[in-house]
């Protein structure tokens, strides 16, 4: 049974860093993929960023390259987000999602939450001016 749980959020001031977890359960193959969405109060829940187990590509969008690094852990077992330089804009709940890398072959599709098969519950992220 394939899970997903993000966890490491909380109140941080602006400027501050925060580093997320997504522990993974039941992925028995090498060739799935994990992304970080957020969302914010009224607003649609976008993707940032997103990591391959197969190939290692990463993908950030424009927002929080710079800032965010998505990264695995040596059984890939967890997918981190270390967050830096935080900003009142990134307050949202974070969701990490999962599903095959074949369905991500460019780097818009990785993108769009509703095309990935597993979803964990999010955490929330509030950053204070």
């Known amino acids: 049974d394939v899970q997903l749980q993000a966890s490491g959020g909380g109140l941080v001031q602006a400027g501050g860093s925060l580093k997320l977890s997504c522990e993974r359960s039941?992925?028995?193959?090498?060739?799935?993929?994990t992304a970080w969405f957020r969302q914010a109060p009224g607003k649609e829940r976008e993707g940032i960023a997103f990591?391959?187990?197969?190939?290692?590509?990463?993908y950030y969008v424009d927002s929080v390259k710079g800032r965010f690094t998505i990264s695995s852990d040596g059984a890939k077992s967890t997918v981190y987000l270390q967050m830096n330089s935080l900003k009142p804009e990134d307050t949202a709940v974070y969701y990490c999602?999962?599903?095959?890398?074949?369905?991500?072959?460019?780097?818009?599709?990785?993108?769009?939450?509703?095309?990935?098969?597993?979803r964990g519950q999010g955490t929330l992220v509030t950053v204070s001016s």
């Open positions: 039941g992925f028995d193959r090498d060739d799935y993929a």
């Open positions: 999602q999962s599903d095959f890398d074949r369905k991500f072959d460019d780097d818009r599709s990785w993108r769009k939450y509703y095309r990935y098969k597993w």
């Open positions: 990591i391959s187990d197969l190939d290692g590509r990463k």
